[in-house]
Every structure is written in C-alpha cells, then in structure tokens.
C-alpha cells in the first residue's frame, strides 16, 4: 500500500472502534481516579486498545478470517460466528448506537419523541454505506475520520491548555490499585470481541487493496494496526484528562456522557453541544456501518447469501429493536456477550501459544482448541452471572476465595492459560513419542 492508503485504512479502523461508549468510558474513570488517573489509563490502554490490537494482528496472520474457529467442530465454529455478529450487531450493539446518537445527537435540539423517524434515517444511511463495503476507505478514512479527529482535537487542545479544574482525591479503588481497575475497566468496554467482529472489515480490506505478497500484506497491517492504536490512546488520553479535570462543572456525575455534555457546554457554549452532537452522530455512523458491514461479509463468505440482503436484513433489525426498548434487549443480550468476550480472547491467545503445525487442506477439529473454548465459556459465564448479580451468595463466596481473578470477574483467564498449557506440553510428548510408533 501507499502512504496515503495505509493512512486512510488505519483511520478507517480507528473510526469503527471508536463508538460512543469508548467516548463516555474514560471521562468517568479518570474523574474517579482522580491525582491517580495517568496510572488508571495506563491500565486501560493496555486491555482496551493493547487486546484489540492483538486480536487484529493475529486474525491478519491466518489465512482467512474464518481459520480463527477452523479447528472446533462445525457446530461450535458456526454457532460462535452466528452468536457473536449477531450480539454485536443488531441484537445489541447496533441499537445501541442509534440510540446513543439520537440521544446526545439529536434530543438536546428537538421536542418531543423523534426516534422512530431518526432510526430509520440512521439505519437506511447506514445501509447505503454498507452496501459497497470496497468504498469504505472513501466514506469513513478519508471523510469521516478527519472530521471526527479535528473535532477530537478541538476539545483536546482546550482541556489542555483551558481546564475547567483540577484532579481531586481519588476514590478509595482507585487510591490502592489505579492501574488493575483500568486494566479491568479496559477489559469491560469489549472491544476485544469487537476486533473479532471488525476483523472481517479490516482485514478484508487490507488484503484486497495491498499486495498479493504474503510478507507485504501482514507488515501493511502491523503499520495499520499501529496508526489504530496510537490514535485511540491519544483519544483515551485526552477524554481521560478532560475527564480528571471535570470534578468542579460535572461532580458525581454517574456517567461519562454528563461530563462531555458539561465541558463542552462549559467550554464551547451553545456551540459545544453542537460539536458533541457532531462528534457522537460520526462515532456512532461509523461503527454502525462497519459492524453491518461485518454481517454481511460473514453471511456471504459463509453462506453465499448476497451482501445487500444481509444488510438489509441487518439494518432493518436494527431499526426495529432500537424502537421496542433496548434496555430489555441489553438484559437479554448482555449475558451473551460476557460470555463470548472470554471464548473470544481464548481463541486468540491458543492461535498464539497453541498454534497448529500446518495447515490441513480440511477441516480438522482440535480437541485442545476445543477444551480452551469450553473452559473459557464455563468460567466466562460463571464471571457473567456474577457481573449481573445472578450467583448464589454460597457460590460467590466459594469462588472468591478459590478462583484467581474472580472478584476481578476475570476468573476465566487462569483456568484457559492453564489448559493452554496442558495441551502444549502434551502436544511436545506425543510428538517426541511419534517415532517410536511410526
């Protein structure tokens, strides 16, 4: 790729990732963080940006996107795609977005209830965008993104050298372990999973616009990868400073959407909410184009089913459940999503220290890669249930003292680690073992 190609491909992934959630996330944990918010970002960059990062130049390493379930069983590999573009799409975080940009978008400047009309709008936007997933270097890295960083910096340049006050006392988690309640804050915000879900996006992307050449094709995406992740730490480093300085025109605010209203409002006046708007309106257009962008490519690689109609099937959902009360959606679909996150990361990490020797020209299922998913499911939905508050005080108790990670509701990760290991040692004894019986 040329310069200004890679350029525009590592906006573009910049831009799908960063939705309006990843926006609200930082403000709100550095004010709570307070003197202590550089540490407390420091965590977080490193499972909100350093995992999703990972989970890019693994998924650039295989052959094809689809490789990263190739060695489950048929059942497993389908229901795992089905289940995690489906959650991530239009079950939840598709309304999701309609809904946020409508909300901080569109209801500071109407009266009454639009959102019906605007969801409609939004998703059949949304639709012709996605349709021509090749023109997507167009639309959102060379148009889009620019915007959106120039009014990013915008802000960034007044928290910096305009505060509207000071860091105060951090809170009581945050004065005895900054960094591990950003590194588990990171983890929460799930775009780990949402690297699995833009992989089929961005990779695709990189390999039809890059070379043919293997070598060339994976050091464009290292360069790619690499303009993604410096972009959003400059962005979570700068919501996280705006965030720790808001303590005096947003004090206890519950989230981080009522700091940003608070110091654009306080910073920019009238003009601020319309810059926020902007801002949330391109985040959130983003991330919904790629993610149906996303479905449609799966469901055609996978089933030949016609890109147009799966977009349409897509965005047509998405409308509809925006309208029909998300927060039931959010209770429905949220415990998916906590589950599949760990099985997500897993599979990552077992393509890394688990990797197959070659490549088979058929499907073979891998009873290791197989036992790494189970696990990481039974404890994944062990850490959801406690999340949702679903456990038995017995059980919580029990894990608290047993399970490594689990108060930090990532009791998960030992237990896959350990399995991953277990298959690796074994996999070195019956290979050392193969030439006495062959």
Known sequence: MKGRELAAVGFMTFALFLGAGNLI???????QAGENWLSAIAGFLITAVGLPALTLIVLGKLPSIDRLTS???????RGFWILILTTIGPAFALPRAVTVAYEMGIKPFSSGDGLFLFSILFCALTLVLAIKPGKLINYIGRIMTPALIAMLGLLTVFALFNPLGSPSKATDIYQSAPVVNGLIQGYMTLDAIAAVVFGWV?????????????ETSFRDTLIIVG????????????MGYLGATSSNIAPNASNGGEILAAYAAGQFGAFGQILLASITLIA???????ITTANAEYYKNTYGINVKLSAIVVTFLTATISNVGLETIIQVSLP?????CPIAIALILSVIFIPKASEPKQRCASMGQTMVVLISGVFGTLDALNILGKLPDFVS????????LFPDNMSWLMPSLVTMALVRITRQFMASKQPLFG
């Open 336 to 340: 998916v999503i906590l589950i599949l």
């Open 397 to 404: 108790d029990t894990a608290t003292h047993y399970l490594p």
């Open 25 to 31: 996330f930082p403000p709100l944990m550095a004010q």
């Open 71 to 77: 060695a489950l069983p048929t059942w497993m590999d």
């Open 284 to 290: 959130c257009l983003t991330t919904t184009v790629g």
């Open 202 to 214: 961005i990779i695709n992307t990189i390999r039809t616009t890059s070379s043919q050449d293997k």
């Open 227 to 238: 303009i993604y992740a410096a972009l959003m730490a400059l962005c979570y480093l700068s």
